[in-house]
């Protein structure tokens, strides 16, 4: 397995004298984004496109590529894959077609779990047999301040766990085969301590999909119930009411990714808007010549550059095991903001077409108006930043 995906990985790089992150960048370009309108709309033919596609990138050696070689990944430096992220996450897609978006789950669970949830999931999670997703919002109790989980699990008589609880805008729990969830084992509501994160198969009896969260019109977030479900000791990830201090560092790390990925989308919106500014022309001559357009292309080019460094300033930064809290507070704020203020200077110069079916743009605007909320709302980051600065 190791030869075998280390030689893909260099011959797809290697073969014609392109570099991967070229090779990802078409692949993404050219076999993913086509698709997108199907992968939206979800269900049975969904689920066949992102299946052939995640066959197409094993065959083009691009599969898993930050993973493990040992569970069948490409075995990646982080600090490497940090540099191809930002052209993979041009399509929300990417990440789930070329076999990354794995990475926060495996790392996790690398980490933290016990021998026998490791040998029993870890390879089938980054073969893309299983899917993974992750619980902590809850519909009657702020995201922004976890102490407050009424999610509970208790311990029966024989040491396996009884969790009972509701959690909403979990992502991908739909396609999910497991979900890790946070919930109080010990302690007071509002403790730091007694929490604890549990790893919770979707076909438990007591598990329930409850319903859909459209945002914006797009699907993909869940409500979710546990209704007593039990599960066996091991399923307990990390240590018994120190669940906080894993959830930060898998969250900074999802951030940061995420926030690349948002790079990669803004400089796709970008691309369209320069695109449509040199091809639409009046009368008088083509929009580039306007300087209210060249405005829009001005600040959004001055947003992209300004964010890149921030980004990755924080991801070198927890590479080298060091505390990112402000360097991925700024990225995260930053990152978001101009994917939402990019789009919307692209949609802008678009015309109504950029609101229309026939581009990205719409998704790329949802999008951003999300970031600014999913992992923690910019408020949350903003007082972190501010507050760990003034320290
Ligand atoms: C697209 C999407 C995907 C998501 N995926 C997941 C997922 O997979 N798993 C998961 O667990 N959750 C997920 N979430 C939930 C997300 O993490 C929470 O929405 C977020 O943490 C905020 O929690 P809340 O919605 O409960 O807002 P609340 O905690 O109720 O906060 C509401 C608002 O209060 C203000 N506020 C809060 N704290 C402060 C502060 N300190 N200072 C000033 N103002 C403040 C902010 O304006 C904030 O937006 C997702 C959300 C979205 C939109």
Redesign the pocket.
């Known amino acids: 397995m190791d030869s075998f995906a280390s030689h893909t990985r260099a011959s797809a790089a290697e073969a014609d004298g392109t570099s991967l992150r070229e090779h990802v960048e078409s692949f993404v370009a050219q076999r993913v984004m086509p698709e997108e309108t199907l992968l939206e709309a979800g269900g049975a033919a969904a689920s066949a496109v992102r299946s052939a596609l995640a066959e197409a990138a094993k065959a083009a050696g691009l599969w898993a590529l930050p993973l493990p070689i040992e569970l069948g990944g490409q075995g990646l430096p982080f600090a490497e894959y940090v540099c191809l992220a930002e052209v993979e996450g041009a399509s929300d897609y990417g990440p789930a077609v070329l076999g990354s978006a794995s990475l926060l789950d495996v790392r996790m669970l690398q980490g933290h779990a016990g021998d026998r949830v490791r040998e029993t999931y870890l390879e089938r999670l980054a073969s893309g047999e299983l899917h993974a ?6 519909p009657d ?5 976890p102490t407050l989980t009424a999610s509970r699990a208790t311990t029966a008589p024989d040491g396996s766990w009884i969790l009972s609880g509701r ?7 739909q396609d999910a085969d497991v979900i890790t969830v ?1 919930a109080r084992t010990d302690g007071q509501t509002s403790d730091r301590e007694g929490l604890s994160l549990l790893l919770v198969p979707t076909d438990a009896p007591g598990f329930r999909l409850v319903r859909e969260l459209p ?1 914006l019109g797009a699907g ?2 869940w409500e979710i119930a546990m209704d007593e479900v039990r599960l066996p000791k091991d399923h307990l990830i990390g240590e018994r009411g120190r669940a906080l201090p894993i959830a930060r560092q898998r969250l900074q790390l999802g951030r940061t990714l995420r926030c690349l990925r948002w790079l990669g989308q803004a400089q796709r919106a970008y691309d369209l808007m320069c695109e449509r500014a040199r091809t639409r022309s009046q009368s008088s001559g083509a929009l580039a010549e306007r300087q209210l357009v060249q405005q829009h292309i001005f600040e959004s080019l001055l947003a992209i550059r300004s964010t890149r460094p921030l980004v990755h300033k924080a991801a070198a930064l927890l590479d080298a095991g060091h505390d990112a809290r402000v360097e991925s507070g700024l990225a995260k704020v930053a990152a978001a903001r101009t994917l939402q203020q990019v789009a919307d200077s692209a949609v802008q110069v678009y015309g109504a077409a950029g609101l229309g079916p026939d581009t990205a743009l719409p998704g790329l605007l949802r999008m951003g108006r ?1 970031a ?9 980051h ?2 972190s930043v501010a507050g760990s600065v003034l320290r």
């Not at 109790?141 to 301040?145: F, L, Q, R, Y």
């Not at 600014?372 to 949350?380: A, C, H, Y």
């Open positions: 997703a992750f619980a902590m919002t809850e109790t702020p995201g922004t301040d959690k909403w805008f979990v992502s991908g729990a946070l945002i993909g977030q999300m600014r909320l999913l992992d923690g709302p910019d408020e949350l903003i007082a």
